[in-house]
């Protein structure tokens, strides 16, 4: 529908050690620098992945989303995929520039941070905006991605970033969406206190150090190979290339415009909308082309505005 007019809202034992690899070296196996055969005759893709705080490495395959992936990887390690809060690229340690997403290079590493020590914070909302980023693991549990210098949460040095959010005042938010999670912060009542039941992600003992407040930007491509495994929670997973140049620069400026306007971050969704408004001729066509892909979103009309000009402005290299 064109901008300006209401847009509707869319509302075994032998197994297990065939998997596990005790003595490799982090990282995937290296491709032998042939050129890659067709695609129906690519063998199937194997990831390789660790627990973060500390396991032998295990073999994945046959995934196509997020929730399979985390899936895959608890069978690997006999534990509840629920435990897992999220994973990170080529990194052990909780790094939010390195969350894996809806892409991941054929040559990644896997580490998948599970649940840790439990906690219950109540924080005074003495200001409007808390400081926080929030974001998910695409299988139903929200997280912190960074905390702003000075915020309201900065000030409370019991939450960290990578803490999973499991309760805002005793109302259970499991299985919602970043955005909804954001929603619910900002409409909480300033002046009065609120409780977060928080879940750390497990911490080897050499990990422990002073928290992060996740806010340096990685200056890296999203994925390190050639080549990637593109994740959709609808239809199966596709091998793509890397991003080009002006995708990579238009998917970090709207991931950027998502944490401004909705207080999320997500690298994967900024990518769908970059590829929704890539043959757009006008906004107008692009906010139609989110409607029928990213409804239940319901982006307001200025938020359209900007993703469109982030995407001309990567188009004209005027990053």
Not at 2 to 10: A, H, Q, Y
Not at 143 to 155: L, P, T
Not at 256 to 265: K, Q, S, T
Request: proline share 4%.
């Amino acid at each position: 529908m064109p901008l300006g007019f209401s847009r509707g809202k869319k509302k075994a034992k032998s197994k297990e050690t065939s998997r596990l690899v005790e003595n490799e070296e982090g990282g995937a196996a290296k491709a032998a620098g042939l050129p890659p055969p067709p695609a129906n005759l690519r063998p199937r893709l194997v990831f390789h992945t660790q627990l973060a705080h500390g396991s032998p490495t295990g073999r994945i395959e046959g995934f196509s989303n997020v929730k399979e992936l985390y899936a895959k990887v608890a069978e690997v390690f006999q534990l509840p995929a629920a435990e897992i809060l999220f994973c990170t690229l080529n990194t052990h340690k909780v790094d939010m520039d390195r969350l894996l997403g809806g892409q991941i290079g054929l040559e990644d590493f896997i580490f998948a941070h599970v649940k840790g020590m439990k906690k219950e914070v109540d924080v005074l909302k003495s200001e409007d905006s808390l400081g926080l980023t929030i974001t998910d693991n695409g299988a139903g549990f929200a997280f912190i991605k960074r905390i702003k210098d000075g915020s309201v949460i900065d000030r409370v040095k019991t939450i960290s970033v990578g803490d999973h959010i499991e309760c805002i005042n005793g109302t259970n938010i499991v299985g919602l969406r970043h955005y909804e999670v954001a929603k619910m912060l900002k409409e909480l009542e300033k002046s009065q206190t609120f409780t977060l039941k928080l879940i750390e992600p497990m911490k080897a003992f050499e990990m422990i150090e002073p928290r992060s407040k996740g806010v340096k930007l990685a200056d890296g491509k999203i994925s390190s190979g050639r080549e990637t495994l593109r994740l959709r929670s609808k239809g199966p997973a596709t091998v793509e290339q890397m991003p080009s140049e002006f995708e990579e620069q238009a998917i970090r400026k709207v991931d950027d415009l998502l944490e401004v306007y909705m207080g999320i971050r997500d690298i994967e969704l900024a990518a769908t909308m970059v590829e929704a408004g890539r043959d757009k001729k006008n906004p107008d066509e692009l906010a139609i082309a989110l409607d029928e892909t990213l409804g239940d979103f319901a982006f307001p009309d200025e938020f359209v505005f900007d993703v469109w000009g982030a995407i001309g402005d990567a188009k004209q290299e005027r990053f």
